[in-house]
């Protein structure tokens, strides 16, 4: 994907030049604005993980078949980002719309992801615990093995933050985490994710 998260704006191509050492053109805006774009700048769309994204790639193999962009048409439909170029705004890097459209497809028949929540009681050892406390809720699980690592090699089980019980040496009180994981109805109790 381009560097730098740009808002994807759409155009119109109004010209392209597609004659060898120029394959140059102009882009007009939804508010009429004309930007230049090179066909160098041309990269496919692809889905993302949440939306659609430029590919930093102007051939890809599809269905095992090697795929390059073809020459932009006057009047069709370009995703584009906006980019400061020596001469003022430019359209880099560029895109067709029909690969944008296709891309939303392709993530709007994704399943969505789990979400996860780890919950924490803490309480006097043999009293009621009170309202669970939401240590994380989230559906990117490396954020989750980042923020609560599992013990590994030579570390001691009670050496993971998320230990399920843990109650302190006096006997005077006691933690418990558990996790949930988002369903239709509400959330469910479900094993550690990280495991």
Same mark, same amino acid.
């Given at each position: 994907?381009?560097?730098g998260?740009?808002?994807?704006?759409?155009g119109?191509?109004?010209f392209?030049?597609a004659?060898?050492?120029k394959?140059?053109?102009?882009?007009?805006?939804?508010?009429g604005?004309e930007?230049?774009?090179?066909f160098n =700048? #041309?990269?496919?769309i692809?889905p993302g993980?949440?939306q659609?994204?430029? +590919?930093?790639?102007?051939?890809m193999?599809?269905?095992?078949?090697?795929?390059s962009?073809?020459d932009p048409q006057?009047? %069709? @439909?370009?995703?584009?980002?906006r980019?400061?170029?020596s001469? #003022? !705004?430019?359209? +880099?890097p560029? #895109?067709?719309?029909s690969h944008?459209?296709?891309?939303?497809e @392709?993530?709007?028949?994704?399943?969505?992801?789990?979400i996860?929540r780890v /919950?924490?009681?803490?309480?006097?050892?043999?009293?009621?615990? #009170?309202?669970?406390k939401? /240590?994380w809720?989230? +559906? =990117? /699980? =490396?954020?989750?093995?980042?923020?609560?690592?599992?013990?590994?090699g030579r570390q &001691?089980?009670?050496?993971d933050p998320?230990l399920?019980? !843990? &109650? %302190?040496?006096d006997n @005077?009180?006691?933690?418990?985490r558990w996790?949930?994981r988002?369903?239709?109805v509400g !959330?469910?109790q479900?094993p =550690?994710p990280? !495991?």
């Open positions: 994907m381009s560097e998260v740009c808002e994807m704006e759409t119109t191509v109004k392209f030049n004659q060898q050492g394959r140059f053109g102009f882009v007009r805006t939804e508010s604005e930007l230049f774009f090179h =700048d #041309g990269e496919f692809i993980k949440v659609p994204e430029f +590919s930093e790639k102007a051939q193999t599809i269905k095992g078949q090697l795929r962009l073809r006057r009047d %069709d @439909i370009v995703i584009f980002n980019k400061r170029g001469g #003022g !705004w430019i359209a +880099s560029w #895109g067709y719309k944008y459209e296709r891309a939303l @392709i993530i709007a028949k994704r399943s969505a992801p789990t996860y /919950l924490e009681t803490m309480n006097n050892l043999g009293k009621q615990p #009170g309202e669970p939401v /240590l809720e989230g +559906s =990117d /699980l =490396d954020d989750l093995f980042i923020r609560y690592p599992v013990p590994s &001691s089980p009670s050496a998320l399920p019980y !843990w &109650s %302190d040496t @005077i009180f006691e933690v418990r996790f949930e988002k369903t239709e !959330w469910e479900c =550690d990280r !495991w």
